[in-house]
């Protein structure tokens, strides 16, 4: 472990010649080399989310930071490095026993060890009652049996935190206990290697359990239905703020520059209007995602322990993800056909629109997500009296400031019922949460004024257009019966 202790600023600029290797520009190919990984643990990046007590740095900000400056020249190498600290270290030093967190840090640290978070299984949809992987208890320990798939570092990763149910619940059972395992102990095989569509400095696959954990590597926490288990993820999902805040200022000045630099009939791409409207568009989801990132630096204190309001973590998940595909997205279409390869000199958009894919998949599917945000509200106290959306907002919290904007954005439906109804109402929450923290920290991020009103009137259009979604969606949705 270091031994000095740099202000942030000195701590940060420490990595910048490991993440400019890695810029876009570079466009190094293949999984995250070992060695690298190992400097990047020698410059301290498990640091921040190691207690002092531990000898770490204690500083959620810094991991923030660090990651959106990572994300600004590669989105794949911030989430590389989200996982191993946020998933995995930080749980391990919040409910792992000293003995646990000791033998980890003992082991990461001085030799450039990974973590991993595995919690999804092949063949079922998510939720633990799908859940096949099981412990029972063996001698002085528990032994883990199941597979799991997709896993961050599935084939790298030297420490593991597994999710898994107990046999004696049988199948049905919903609670899931949590378990660290070292790889080097056997039992964790990655049977099948998977080529995914982005973010490929990682690898991933499926991973077959047979494995023994000693009694106190068990994680000190009650056994937790499928949602609780956000409580481990939440404060990762943070930093899909810090991660998109990085990567869009960077999608933002490079369709600027391709905008100014591609010559067309009219003169430059940058003089077309609706050339420029994009633009605007990739600010606008940059904006979110700054203020959200505002909001994450300073209205959180979760260096000690896991937020009690999952609302806010939630959205900054959900809204990031789809803000930074979108951004991706639209800067891709201003590349043209020079967008729709790989490897172009001009661009980096193909990359850029892969890497931001998965986003709103992992760490939960954000559909699933956006339907938990509606939950949320409806089980406020108070809700039960709402007899339609507006009322609802209204008695919500976190969005009644600006319940104002739904008034303005369209006709009013019911209290949401439905699974559409949930996941659209989430969507909509999201939107009217953002308005609220672009409001709040214009003058910190600092936003000039047009901008204020570029980003709060993109989320109003998204408002009137989730709106009017729900309004025809059941006309749209398929009446398909479920098979027998
Ligand atoms: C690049 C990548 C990295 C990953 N890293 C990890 C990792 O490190 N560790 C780990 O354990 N897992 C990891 N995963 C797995 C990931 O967390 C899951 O894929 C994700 O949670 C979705 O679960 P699922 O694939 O089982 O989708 P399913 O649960 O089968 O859902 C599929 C789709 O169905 C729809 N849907 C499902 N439920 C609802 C609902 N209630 N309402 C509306 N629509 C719904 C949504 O559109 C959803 O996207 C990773 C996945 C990817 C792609």
Redesign the pocket.
């Known amino acids: 472990m270091q031994q000095s202790n740099p202000d942030t600023e000195t701590f940060l600029a420490q990595f910048s010649d490991i993440l400019l290797a890695f810029d876009y520009k570079e466009r190094p190919e293949g999984h995250l080399p070992e060695e690298v990984w190992k400097q990047l643990v020698d410059t301290g990046m498990y640091l921040p989310v190691i207690p002092a007590a531990h000898g770490g740095r204690e500083n959620f900000a810094e991991i923030s930071l660090l990651l959106e400056k990572a994300a600004y020249h590669n989105l794949g190498l911030a989430m590389s490095m989200n996982?191993p600290t946020l998933?995995f270290l930080r749980n391990v030093m919040l409910y792992a026993n000293v003995t646990t967190r000791e033998e980890v840090l003992a082991d990461l640290l001085p030799h450039g060890r990974m973590g991993?978070?595995?919690?999804?299984e092949p063949g079922?949809?998510?939720?633990s009652v799908t859940m096949r992987t099981f412990f029972e208890q063996e001698d002085d320990g528990y032994r883990i049996t199941g597979s799991?798939h997709?896993?961050?570092f599935s084939g790298a990763a030297h420490w593991w935190l597994i999710a898994a149910k107990d046999k004696a619940g049988g199948a049905a059972g919903d609670k899931v206990s949590f378990f660290i395992h070292k790889r080097a102990a056997g039992g964790f095989t990655t049977t099948v290697k998977y080529v995914?569509i982005?973010?490929t400095l990682?690898d991933?696959g499926v991973n077959e359990l047979d494995l023994f954990v000693p009694a106190y590597r068990k994680l000190e926490l009650e056994q937790m239905s499928f949602n609780a288990i956000f409580l481990l993820t939440s404060p990762s999902w943070g930093q899909w703020t810090a991660m998109g805040a990085g990567f869009l200022t960077r999608i933002y000045e490079e369709a600027f520059r391709y905008a100014a630099n591609r010559k067309v009939p009219a003169g430059y791409l940058l003089e077309v209007e609706h050339v420029r409207y994009r633009l605007g568009l990739i600010a606008a989801c940059r904006d979110v995602c700054r203020a959200l990132l505002a909001y994450l630096l300073q209205d959180t204190e979760i260096n000690t322990q896991a937020p009690s309001d999952l609302f806010p973590w939630q959205v900054m998940k959900v809204l990031a993800a789809d803000s930074m595909i979108a951004g991706a997205l639209h800067y891709q279409e201003l590349c043209g056909g020079d967008g729709c390869r790989y490897q172009a000199e001009s661009n980096f958009s193909a990359q850029a629109v892969q890497d931001a894919k998965?986003f709103a998949?992992?760490?939960?599917?954000?559909?699933?997500l956006y339907?938990l945000l509606t939950h949320y509200c409806l089980t406020a106290p108070g809700a039960d009296a709402a007899t339609d959306l507006l009322q609802l907002v209204e008695n919500y919290a976190p969005v009644s400031s600006v319940a104002a904007v739904l008034e303005e954005s369209g006709p009013i439906p019911d209290v949401p019922k439905s699974?559409t109804a949930?996941?659209i109402c989430g969507r909509i929450l999201a939107r009217l949460f953002a308005i609220v923290v672009i409001k709040r920290f214009k003058h910190t991020i600092p936003l000039e004024t047009t901008a204020v009103i570029a980003a709060t009137t993109y989320c109003k259009q998204e408002i009137a257009a989730l709106l009017l979604n729900w309004s025809v969606a059941s006309a749209i949705t398929i009446k398909q019966e479920v098979p027998a």
């Open positions: 996982i998933l991993g978070f595995a919690v999804i079922v949809g998510s939720g799991k997709w896993q961050g995914p982005g973010i990682m991933y998965g998949i992992f760490g939960g599917s954000n559909d699933m339907a699974n949930m996941v």
